[in-house]
């Protein structure tokens, strides 16, 4: 009589299992009884029990429960009492862990066992059930058997709710298979039958077909030249060997390495978790080369070593070593796996090779018309890691990571370079420093350049009609330039765009964008700029350039009506009278102070229409640029320089100044 807590036992399984877990578990456990017998016929019989409800789309019912039958030794007193033992180790070793059968009370409602064994001169016959409280074997019955043959009846009874397996008999049997193929290839071993059969024994399944006979087309292995590799555990070299299969119709499998402790699948990892590539499933090609679509595959990996089979767990759903790093055991699993992975690849040699210089491709199709400020660092960086399908976003991110380690490294060197005391020591690190540094410099430069190509290809999109023929407002052209409500204390040097109208005024100490000079009920010009403190030669006096935009939308021109209080050339005339006179503070709260000298820039940008080049003829006494883009006046008594300017122009000088570094770029 044992006295175990069943029920906490089987809810303390957190391991990788599946329904199937208990089902190859008990295959095993035939197989094994089958072994201890030695004999050469031994077979093992599992027959799926189905739901008595049928279909109401006339399909087959519902498997609930499975019958797993052998020839083989039976259930002696020793194996009864192993069964009944919590942890025994009457098999381990086979690798038992004597935990095994618990997992069938994860997923099944009951479990019996029907057995003939041999009793000294006799055969008897054992019947019993997996008990769920504290007794681990229950109703127990033991008699003289008629049958004159040990082997035993395994019955997984009732499939619990939630539950379910595969309806067609060929898709459990390949389940089977692959959870069961290390028995079929372990090397100087002999697998006993394996037959997967409706209750009534029709419709069998030879599992052993699917490696050797006609079946073989569903798993296939690929002969690799490297088949083991060894890794250290604590000063100890341990061997693994690994076998390589196709398998066929895999569905929405994807390629895995599965790692095999004593014959059995225990835990793993996709193969793409190591290399992308193998994200999506492989084709055969036919004699002529050409892609066969119905032959469709993936890889599965097996990995087999006594590093494995020493340190399975208690349930075999994963190892007892850790997945990254194992400072006790001394190999993690990752370390296995990435080792194995690289077999994998030599296993599929041009495939992969195929598939990595397609994304080779796709990365540099998208730097060449996305990022070109990628191109120096594409040459030298590692795209084995990167997903075989990318995103924009993916390549982007991996590229960006590559450069801040590239900046890392380089304030390294340098950091190291000037601390040595003997500049002979480190002047031949010198030229490859500062190459390095270069290139960093470089990879910002393009990226900045291209992203003025798309500014100016936007700020081109708003100086057109939309569908409904309207023009952009005069506040989308403003943003695109410098965002209203806003100035330099808030507004970055990468946020604004003030380079489209003059590249001087990127290195301004403050703009004020569309915000009122002296408070909340005062003017306020679309744009107010103040210059770094110069020196003009006439005068040899300090003095602080101002310059005011005013922005008109594209094609309005009723500005110019003599009754519209919107005449931007007197706008500014009143802003510079304003500052001028010290009605405004500066951004700090003082007086803003200007002299005499203080020079004045004003700069209305709007589209010539003929109404407004009339005005500016006839009525401002503006005089034409040679191109008749604008138009210019100065105005000598309050020291204002004002141009009046076309949206066109604004655009087509942006342009012409960064076309030489557009053409550099091929962009």
């Known amino acids: 009589m044992s006295n175990v807590n069943i029920r906490r036992a089987v809810e303390n399984i957190r391991a990788n299992t599946t329904v199937y877990t208990p089902v190859v578990e008990m295959i095993v456990n035939a197989i094994q009884a089958i072994d201890e017998t ?114 035993t009846v395994v019955t997984l009874s009732t499939l619990k709710k939630g539950r379910s397996f595969d309806k067609k008999l060929p898709t459990i049997a390949r389940n089977l298979v692959e959870r069961l193929l290390p028995y079929f290839i372990t090397q100087d071993y002999v697998c006993p039958e394996i037959v997967l059969s409706e209750q009534d024994e029709t419709h069998a399944i030879r599992l052993n077909d ?58 793993g990892s996709a193969i793409q978790k190591y290399i992308p590539e193998f994200e999506d499933e492989f084709y055969e090609k036919d004699s002529r080369g050409e892609i066969e679509h119905e032959r ?53 040699g041009a495939d992969i090779t195929l598939r990595q210089e397609r994304k080779k491709g796709r990365v540099q199709s998208y730097v060449d018309e996305e990022a070109p400020w990628h191109k120096a660092m594409l040459e030298k960086i590692d795209l084995s890691g990167m997903p075989y399908n990318p995103t924009n976003e993916e390549i982007e991110t991996r590229l960006q990571k590559e450069k801040f ?96 109208i003059d590249e ?30 110069i020196l003009f030669r006439g005068d040899n006096e300090a003095s602080n350039p101002i310059t005011i935009f005013e922005f008109k939308k594209p094609q309005r021109d009723d500005f110019v009506n003599p009754s519209s209080p ?42 010539l229409t003929p109404k407004v080049e009339s005005w500016l003829e006839r009525e401002k006494d503006f005089k034409p640029m040679p191109n008749r883009l604008g138009w210019f006046q100065w105005m000598v008594n309050i020291n204002l320089y004002i141009e009046v300017i076309s949206w066109d122009k604004v655009l087509t000088d942006a342009k012409m100044r960064n076309q030489i570094f557009f053409q550099k770029l091929g962009i």
Not at 115 to 133: C, E, L, P, Q, T
Not at 463 to 471: Q, S
């Open 210 to 267: 699917f490696v050797s006979n006609e079946l073989s087309a569903v798993i296939r292995e690929i002969d690799v030249k490297q088949k083991t590799f060894t890794l250290n555990a604590s000063g100890t070299d341990e061997e693994f060997l690994v076998r390589v299969f196709k398998l066929y119709a895999p569905r929405n499998q994807k390629s895995r390495i599965s790692l095999v402790a004593h014959k059995r699948e225990v835990s």
């Open 296 to 348: 469709n595959y993936i890889i599965k990996a097996y990995v087999f070593g006594p590093y494995l089979d020493r340190n399975v767990s208690l349930e075999r759903g994963g190892f007892e070593f850790q997945m990254e790093s194992d400072l006790i055991l001394g190999i993690a699993q990752a370390e296995i796996e990435r080792d194995t992975a690289v077999i994998a690849k030599e296993a599929m």
């Open 504 to 533: 001087r005024l990127n290195f301004t100490t403050y703009v004020s964008s569309d915000v009122p000079l002296g408070g909340k009920t005062t003017e306020r010009p679309d744009m107010l700029v103040y210059n770094k403190r």
């Open 405 to 500: 380690t590239q900046e890392i490294e380089i304030k390294r060197d340098v950091a190291k370079l000037l601390a040595e005391s003997n500049f002979e020591n480190v002047k031949e690190s010198v030229l490859e420093i500062v190459s390095k540094i270069s290139g960093t410099s470089k990879n910002d430069l393009i990226h900045y350049i291209a992203l003025r190509r798309k500014i100016l290809d936007i700020f081109g999109k708003s100086l057109e009609v939309d569908n409904t023929g309207a023009y952009s407002s005069e506040g989308v052209v403003h943003d695109i330039i410098f965002p209203r409500k806003g100035d330099t204390e808030i507004t970055s040097f990468d946020d604004h765009n003030l380079w489209i």
């Open 566 to 607: 919107e005449d931007p050339v007197q706008q500014i005339v009143r802003y510079v009278n304003s500052i001028r006179d010290g009605k405004f503070k500066t951004p700090e709260g003082r007086k803003m102070l200007v002299a005499e000298n203080t020079p004045f820039y004003g700069y209305v940008v709007c589209d």
């Open 38 to 151: 030695s004999r050469t016929d031994g077979k093992v019989s599992i027959r799926a029990l189905r739901s008595s409800q049928t279909e109401m789309d006339g399909g087959h019912p519902e498997v609930g429960s499975f019958e797993v039958e052998d020839n083989g030794i039976g259930f002696t007193d020793a194996h009864r009492n192993s069964f009944d033992t919590l942890y025994t180790d009457l098999k381990i070793e086979e690798g038992g862990k004597g935990f095994g059968r618990f997992t069938s009370l994860k997923y099944f409602e009951d479990l019996h066992v029907e057995s003939v064994y041999r009793d000294g001169s006799a055969f008897k016959a054992r019947k019993f059930s997996m008990g769920k409280d504290n007794d681990i074997i229950v109703y127990e019955k033991v008699a003289v058997s008629k049958k004159q043959q040990s082997g």
